[in-house]
T-cell receptor
Framework: NAGVTQTPKFRILKIGQSMTLQCTQD?????MYWYRQDPGMGLKLIYY???????DKGEVPNGYNVSRSTTEDFPLRLELAAPSQTSVYFC??????????????FGPGTRLTVL | DQQVKQNSPSLSVQEGRISILNCDYT??????FLWYKKYPAEGPTFLIS?????DKNEDGRFTVFLNKSAKHLSLHIVPSQPGDSAVYFC?????????FGTGTRLTIIP
């Protein structure tokens, strides 16, 4: 049981480049989330999805795009990388609301540096 | 606008003693609260939760207390063990989304 997996683990981008951070979960969870964590800060929600085909903005969506074509996958796209997007990115999944209120399951993170 | 605050960036506690981590929030509409533990280079892992209708929840060495009138919650770890050294985040849940505090780095001194 792999849980939530993220690729790549590390990446260095040049300003203006684009990339996709991959996230996959094998728990058949409906809810999926993308967060970023800056040094000394808490996790801030970028985008989330309540099911395949449905996505919504979180607290800090600018500069990012997402899609959710399947239950398992929730990729995060950076189109024009900027130094302000240097951060650690975490993907998470959660069971359908009401079934369990206890937890989100997090992936190991992707450390992104934009130079 | 920081809706969830952890005012102590770090805390050091001797092994065997009690660790108390604090968290304050501003939005009285949060449904429940969670504590997560995070080791370096790993994602956060769930520790314990408490519903907004309760004032205490206990799980082994971990107890979370909620004071709704003060909009304050705390995590008690007793006895503290070296493996408890990590960053602890409190999080509040509302509208299916989590709002995280900035974290407290707990160091257990052998």
């Amino acid at each position: 049981n792999a849980g939530v997996t993220q690729t790549p683990k590390f990446r260095i981008l040049k300003i203006g480049q684009s990339m996709t951070l991959q996230c996959t979960q094998d728990m058949n969870h409906n809810y999926m989330y993308w967060y970023r964590q800056d040094p000394g800060m808490g996790l801030k929600l970028i985008y989330y999805s309540v099911g395949a085909g449905i996505t919504d903005k979180g607290e800090v969506p600018n500069g990012y795009n997402v899609s959710r074509s399947t239950t398992e996958d929730f990729p995060l796209r950076l189109e024009l990388a900027a130094p302000s997007q240097t951060s650690v990115y975490f993907c998470a999944s959660r069971e359908l609301a009401g079934v369990s209120q206890d937890t989100q399951y997090f992936g190991p993170g992707t450390r992104l540096t934009v130079l | 606008d920081q809706q969830v605050k952890q005012n102590s960036p770090s805390l050091s506690v001797q092994e065997g003693r009690i660790s108390i981590l604090n968290c304050d929030y501003t939005n009285s509409m949060f449904d429940y609260f969670l504590w997560y533990k995070k080791y370096p280079a790993e994602g956060p892992t769930f520790l314990i939760s408490i519903s907004s209708i309760k004032d205490k929840n206990e799980d082994g060495r971990f107890t979370v207390f909620l004071n709704k009138s003060a909009k304050h919650l705390s995590l008690h770890i007793v006895p503290s063990q070296p493996g408890d050294s990590a960053v602890y985040f409190c999080a509040a849940v509302g509208n299916e989304k989590l709002t995280f505090g900035t974290g407290t780095r707990l160091t257990i001194i052998p």
